[in-house]
């Protein structure tokens, strides 16, 4: 009997070492091993070699880091103040904003640009001494649109989770609110700001359409050049020297990033506790703030899939939304059928990220130290790569037997779910390696078996952020759009961003008009469906009060 | 035709199982066949037949239907991104290509799928309806389906007797339409590079010193046409009333419009057009090079060539082919597109974008 028991434990740990690692080697290692080998085949090296000697690229890898950096850091500092508010403050609607946050998320880049420029032409902003039309400012603008959402939620879920005693302690001890918040708080947040960051940066590194639409025509990333080398000049060698300098830097910059969150962090609890309530001024700052960074982009998108007709002649209507039904003559399916697609795609994303991820972030909190931090670095890497690099990789890897999966549906939730499980992981693994360790030696001392510790302690606290996680890569998929266009897809399977892009592709006021509502109907269906998944991980942590 | 999920999960735990022993990087030297897990197709000659098209391809519904009750032959569609994206995918896959016959590489791409020998040459016999000027490539490895064309589109309600709509190139430099013209960024966008080949056709070696001009006038430039159009020009709430385009967009302003209107808003300046011409080929590495050809015939058939206006918005290739009443009544088609040479093209390109980006950017 006890040989079956330790076999049963064995295979378990063997497989959550195989699923994450499997799943990584098939179709990331792989594919973008294939695709580097082929461009280097073709003088991806010689290209590679005489890059530092350009200027061009100098300018393009110098810009391309530090609106990175400058990015994450503003996103960094517009969220703290809701991520506290969300974790140290009770109000009504709280679930809601925390939902509709992650809402820029899903939307398609094209439509974003679109709302900043009629935002910045209302505004006075589109020329003159204060433009940001086509400027350095609209990029980062957009950066912080889209990834505040990151910063608020996965610092704000592990501030919520972090003990509030010591805190009381150094107040009673004496300790200003500030000095609490710095020698306290800061140290003990770290490694959730840390993971954040890493995100945000990885995402802005690799940005592409925000850089394109709002960057206007004389900015250009590593990602963007690679681009343009592998698809429009079709130029693989050179494609590939910057896919090179683009992975060995995402590579460093992992490391490092990873270091900095392994910082120990004590006291996430799994008991809720009551919060004071928000006082009104409180409330109104915060949410001012929030009004102005997410809801002005969103609230031109909502204007303009509500309005038919131009100019004087524009008139308030629901029409947008009632052709989201109807097949254009344009497309293969209506837009309504690409949601459902979507959908389906996301859910099935979702899982496969919250599974890979959450083993994998077993395996890097309790795992051997080698294997830890390969997981914690390999995990994250696909975040941090081309889309041109992994599609094009798929494309030539994935061909043959055992697995042709190049025309198979279920390549784009794999490729979605490649993005998610970074977010599942940074979400798990700060907070399964805060978990009080008094909290689990008590309940061994009280006679708990380990797999009852793991049950009662250890999930209750990590299904929160395995909700979290499992939530952003349902919004990620969604949206995605880079790693799906490269993948071939039979016409019945379109995606709703591939649709929305299709309807942005031809002149006329219905189809944009269609195009603006279907952008607004998949914001409702990720707010909606983060209030519901997370709402899963909350009843889960619920019984980590008994 | 695909195996169950739950199956599906099995395959790739298995799958996972065999690239943790290390097996991951062998290189696949498998020849043409279709054993994979994923379809299974008899390996019949005339077997259903893939096409592999760009995300604008679109046919109305039953058409391909009609192929298939005449020869028995399914048609599989595989979209695979935009004409840039299909051509470097099919560059990529060569030799072990996706489907069987694609459709809508265009002559600023067709020379660099050429030179990859992407294609089997057949020269169908519908090939005789169409005109001399389309069949841009003598040894028929691909076959003339559509063409459309690139040109200058202006906002009709901004211009009157006073300040008339542009009707040439050279009216862009004037200083009478400073700050009104939009373009793509040809290095991005693939109207935008048409536009450029338009003024190259048009001006030779002058054509440094006249985007100088349109620089000196005020042109702003977008990566993509997504932007220029729904972003900078009239049509999509911006302010400038001239835009690169297609000859094709007044009839989608009527089509599309909300509320319907009876003429377009929108003109466009025929003498500044660069046509291009789509085409469809064999790709080299078919099982199915039967079906291939019917299906090429097919493309070129009057049910398939009276389709393509209304579904993707371009002219059929077959002379003989009726137009739908809105594009007879609203497209102004150039007597004289500009046309340049696939191969000058292709040889030229890189340094054309390039000496452009210095001129009109830096």
């Known amino acids: ?546 | 035709m695909d195996i169950q999920p739950p199956f599906r999960l099995f395959v790739v735990a298995v799958a996972l199982t065999a690239a943790a022993c290390g097996g991951a990087y062998e290189p696949t030297s498998v020849p043409l066949s279709s054993g994979g897990s994923g379809t299974v197709e008899a390996p019949s000659p005339t077997g259903p037949v893939t096409l592999i098209t760009h995300d604008s391809f679109w046919i109305s519904e039953g058409t391909l239907e009609e192929f298939t009750a005449d020869t028995g032959i399914e048609v599989v569609l595989q979209m695979a991104g935009d004409t840039g994206q299909m051509v470097s995918t099919a560059i990529l896959t060569a030799g072990d290509p996706l489907g069987d016959v694609m459709f809508g590489v265009d002559n600023t791409f067709l020379q660099r799928a050429l030179d990859a020998d992407l294609f089997e040459a057949y020269e169908s016999p519908a090939l005789v309806g169409v005109p001399e000027p389309l069949r841009l490539d003598p040894s028929h490895r691909v076959t003339p389906i559509d063409f459309g064309d690139v040109c200058v589109n202006y906002w009709i309600d901004r211009f009157d007797d006073e300040n008339p709509v542009p009707s040439t190139l050279a009216d862009l430099a004037d200083p009478a339409y400073a700050d009104q013209l939009v373009v793509q960024n040809p290095e991005t966008s693939s109207p935008g590079l048409a536009f450029l080949l338009a003024t190259i056709a048009e001006y030779g070696d002058g054509w440094e010193d006249y985007w100088a001009a349109l620089r000196r006038n005020g042109v702003v430039v977008t990566s993509g046409w997504e932007d220029a159009y729904h972003g900078e020009f009239v049509s999509g709430g911006g302010d400038r009333p001239i835009v690169v385009s297609y000859a094709s967009s007044p009839p989608a302003e009527v089509i599309y419009a909300d509320p319907p209107v009876d003429t377009p808003p929108t003109g466009v300046a025929t003498n500044t057009c660069f046509r291009q011409v789509e085409f469809a080929g064999i790709l080299a590495g078919t099982e199915h090079r039967v079906a291939a050809e019917l299906l090429v015939d097919f493309l070129l058939s009057p049910a398939f060539q009276e389709d393509i206006p209304l579904s993707m918005f371009v002219f059929p290739a077959l002379a003989s082919a009726a137009l739908p009443q809105a594009f007879v009544d609203f497209v102004q088609l150039p007597d004289d597109p500009h046309l340049l040479d696939p191969a000058e093209i292709e040889a030229n390109r890189n340094a054309w974008t390039e000496r452009w980006t210095e001129i009109v950017l830096r």
């Open chain 1, 1 to 546: 009997m006890g040989t079956v028991r330790e076999l049963v434990r064995a295979s378990a740990r063997v497989l959550c070492v195989a699923i994450p690692a499997g799943f990584l080697a098939i179709f990331f290692l792989y594919p973008v091993g294939s695709i580097l080998v082929r461009g280097i085949g073709v003088g991806g090296l010689e290209r590679l070699v005489g890059l530092p000697g350009r200027g061009s690229f100098r300018g393009v890898v110098w810009f391309t880091l530090w609106q990175a950096v400058v990015s994450t850091a503003l996103a960094v500092l517009v969220a703290w103040p809701g991520a506290h508010l969300l974790a140290r403050r009770r109000f009504r609607g709280r679930a809601v904003l925390r939902a509709a946050a992650t809402v820029p998320f899903v939307l398609p880049t094209v439509v974003v640009g679109g709302a900043f420029l009629a935002l910045f032409e209302r505004f006075g902003l589109s020329d003159g001494s204060l433009r940001l039309t086509r400027t350095v400012g609209a990029i980062l603008a957009a950066h912080v649109f889209f990834n505040v959402a990151i910063v608020l939620r996965t610092v704000g879920t592990f501030w919520e989770g972090l003990d509030t005693r010591p805190e009381e302690q150094a107040r009673v001890l004496g300790a200003t609110p500030w000095q609490a918040f710095r020698w306290v708080t800061l140290p003990r947040l770290w490694p959730a700001v840390a993971a954040a960051a890493s995100i945000v940066f990885l995402f802005c590194f690799t940005s592409f359409g925000v850089i394109l639409i709002l960057g206007g025509p004389t900015r250009a990333t590593l990602e963007t050049e690679i681009w343009r080398h592998a698809v429009f000049r079709g130029d693989l060698a050179s494609a590939t020297a910057l896919a090179v300098v683009q992975l060995v830097a995402v590579l460093a910059m992992v490391v490092v990033a990873n270091a900095m969150q392994r910082r120990r962090a004590v006291g996430q609890v799994p008991v809720r506790r009551v919060l004071p309530r928000a006082s009104s001024r409180l409330l109104v700052g915060n949410l001012g703030l929030m009004a102005v960074v997410l809801g002005m982009p969103i609230a031109v998108l909502v204007e303009r899939s509500l309005t038919t007709g131009r100019g004087p002649d524009a008139a308030w209507s629901v029409r947008n939304y009632a052709a989201l039904a109807d097949r254009v003559d344009l497309l293969p399916i209506s837009a309504l059928a690409a949601l459902r697609n979507s959908l389906l795609f996301a859910v099935v994303a979702a899982g496969l990220a919250v599974l890979v991820g959450g083993l994998a972030s077993l395996v890097v909190v309790h795992g051997r130290r080698t294997t830890s931090r390969l997981f914690d670095l390999g995990l994250m890497m696909p975040l941090g790569a081309s889309a041109v690099t992994v599609g094009f990789g798929m494309l030539i890897a994935l061909d043959g037997p055992p697995l042709d999966l190049r025309s198979s549906r279920w390549l784009v939730p794999v490729a979605h779910a490649l993005i998610g499980v970074p977010f599942v992981m940074r979400t798990v693994v700060p907070t399964l390696r805060s978990i009080d360790h008094r909290l689990r030696e008590a309940a061994a001392v009280l006679g708990a078996s380990p797999a009852r510790v793991r049950r009662d302690v250890d999930l209750p606290i990590a299904a929160r952020a395995l909700a979290v996680g499992g939530a952003f890569s349902f919004a990620v998929s969604l949206g995605e759009f880079g790693a799906t266009s490269f993948l071939p897809r039979h016409p019945d399977r379109l995606t709703a961003p591939l649709v929305l892009f299709r309807l942005l592709g031809s002149p006329g006021e219905a189809l944009r008009g269609q195009a603006m509502a279907l952008s607004v109907v998949l914001m409702v269906l990720t707010a909606a469906s983060v209030l519901v998944i997370e709402g899963w991980g909350r009843r889960g942590s619920v019984r980590g009060d008994l």
